[in-house]
């Protein structure tokens, strides 16, 4: 049997093959048309199938735990790392430059420009309004360094740079 192409671009099969589905079979394309009934039966179905414990045997165990145990590094021995044997994320340097900068200064930070891990502790550069003006391409802004120690504790706060929105350079 060859397949005819239609103008829709669906071959005669795909039809066939819809028309000798049950009902209950059908599918649509782009959206479900699933009754409330139906749908709120899969739920329940997914929902008794995700409180089972999944069984695993003691080898996949032993693997697991081997993962999930941190593994020891150089770091530890010169200070870097916070209590549990690592030093926060970057990510979580930035938010608490952010928060205990805002905090400190009463300014909150506009952006951040960059951040660094140098030797023990995190520099974080952050963007600050210092005075607003109209219109707010006339804002004063400055970029001051943050310096937070490895669990993430502000340790120092230096301006860097000071400059009109839009004239960093000048």
């Not at 699933?34 to 739920?43: E, G, I, Y």
């Not at 979580?92 to 030797?119: C, H, M, N, Y």
């Not at 520099?123 to 309004?129: K, M």
């Amino acid at each position: 049997m060859s397949e005819e192409p239609r103008a829709d671009g669906k071959s005669a099969t795909d039809a066939s093959e819809k028309r000798d589905r049950k009902p209950s079979e059908n599918v649509t394309e782009g959206s479900s048309r699933r009754s409330s009934a139906s749908t709120s039966a899969a739920r329940e179905k997914s929902a008794s199938s995700s409180h089972e414990k999944p069984t695993s045997s003691s080898h996949e165990k032993s693997a697991s735990s081997a993962r999930e145990r941190p593994k020891a590094s150089s770091r530890s021995e010169s200070g870097s790392q916070d209590a549990t044997g690592k030093r926060i994320s970057a990510v979580r340097a930035v938010k608490k430059a952010i928060e205990q900068f805002g905090t400190l200064t009463g300014r909150p930070p506009e952006s951040v420009v960059g951040t660094r891990w140098k030797d023990d502790h995190w520099s974080v550069r952050l963007e600050v309004v210092e005075s607003r003006r109209i219109p707010d391409s006339a804002d004063l802004l400055a970029e001051y360094e943050v310096e937070l120690d490895a669990d993430g504790e502000l340790m120092a706060y230096d301006r860097k740079d000071r400059y009109v929105r839009g004239r960093p350079s000048e």
